[in-house]
């Protein structure tokens, strides 16, 4: 009677299921945006998947203004903002004519809920002898009342300038940016108290201490930052400054102060380059590094599915608020045109 012998095959491991659901997930929606003549724009401040699937269908990851103008120069005819709620109305603002819709309408910010329309109102009505200036970070019927909004690469520039012509500026809502204008330019300027939730975390005397452990890398913050943390920054920049910067700057590693969200395209510019997330909450805290905003994280591959799938949630705005909150972001275009001044950072930037 004959033996028979068993032959050990190798097997090629399985795929694990979350990955076979996740490609899968960004196939059909791949397929979507081709189907819905849809083109998505992302921030960068949204998740790295996200950020690389817009790159990949031919979208775009940026500040919430240039997300607005690519989509106002892409022939889509429906833009998918990955972001929150007022990166959605910007590009509602200044594309009327096209369908505007995001993952959720819950994703907020911190800065725009933190100056509601009527207090702000009001707050303007009892200072009329001061130019409103509002950070991109507001909501559109705050932009409506403003005489000019700013991103941050040009709130600077702008400041001297309203106090070259003598102004006195009503600035809102981020007290920390406003602070930084402040101090640099000399401007008169009243502040309301608002400020980032992600920004706000960062403490000087815990990025000093960071910086004595790697002595050699710069310091990278955003100007929503507190004052201790621009004290001890390299360079102050908007979100695109800062992703410029580490593709210029000769130093191998950075300290990076603000979302975490950003690592994704500083890695892509700079792939030799070493990131650290600048700390968060000080000594004692249980996160040392914590800085992501958790609206930005709403924006997951399953919502943006979702959207695509029943065309909603829809960014809509009156019409009279709309043509309002278009003025001052045309005066700024236009300023920055004849200062020639490439205007960034504006989506939290």
């Known amino acids: ?69 690519f989509g106002h120069a892409h022939k889509a005819q429906t833009l998918v903002v990955a ?6 109305e910007t590009a509602k603002i200044l594309n009327p ?30 200072h009329p002898d001061r130019t409103v200036v509002v950070y991109a970070n507001t909501s559109v019927a705050v932009k409506a009342r403003a005489d000019w909004v700013v991103t941050s690469s040009i709130a600077l520039r702008l ?25 640099e330019s000399g401007a008169d300027m009243l502040l309301w108290q608002a400020s980032c939730i992600v920004h706000d975390e960062f403490r000087g005397r815990a990025l000093a201490d960071l ?31 800062m992703i410029e910067a580490v593709k210029i700057r000769p130093a191998k590693r950075f300290i990076v102060a603000t979302d975490s969200g950003i690592l994704y395209k500083m890695r892509q510019a700079a792939p030799t380059k070493d990131f650290i997330e600048a700390p968060t909450g000080g ?38 608020v709309r043509a309002r909150a278009r003025k001052p972001i045309e005066r700024m275009l236009a300023f920055a045109a004849s200062e020639q001044t490439e205007v960034l950072g504006l989506g939290n930037a």
């Open 1 to 69: 009677m004959g033996t028979t012998t068993a032959v050990a095959r190798h097997r090629i491991p399985d795929r694990p299921a979350s990955e076979l659901s996740h490609a899968r997930k960004i196939r059909r929606i791949k397929a979507l945006l081709k189907k819905e003549n849809a083109v998505l724009v992302a921030h960068y401040y949204t998740d790295a998947a996200i950020q690389t699937l817009a790159e990949e269908t031919g979208g775009y990851v940026s500040d919430s203004l240039d997300m607005a103008r």
């Open 83 to 88: 972001g929150v709620r007022f990166m959605g």
């Open 97 to 126: 004519e096209k369908r505007v819709l995001m993952p959720t309408l819950d994703a907020t910010c911190s800065l725009d809920e933190g100056c509601p329309a009527d207090a702000f109102t009001a707050f303007c009505d009892a």
């Open 159 to 183: 400041a001297r300038h309203l106090k070259s012509r003598g102004e006195k500026i009503l600035w809102a809502p981020d007290r920390h940016l406003g602070g930084y204008v402040q101090r």
């Open 211 to 241: 910086k004595r452990q790697y002595p050699d890398a710069d310091v990278l913050a955003h100007p929503e930052s507190p004052a201790g943390v621009i004290a001890e920054a390299d360079m102050v920049g908007s979100t695109t400054a």
């Open 283 to 320: 000594h004692g805290a249980t996160c040392k590094s914590c800085a992501h905003c958790p609206w930005m994280a709403m924006n997951t591959l399953a919502a943006l599915e979702h959207t695509l799938l029943t065309g909603g949630p829809e960014i809509r705005v009156e019409e009279s």
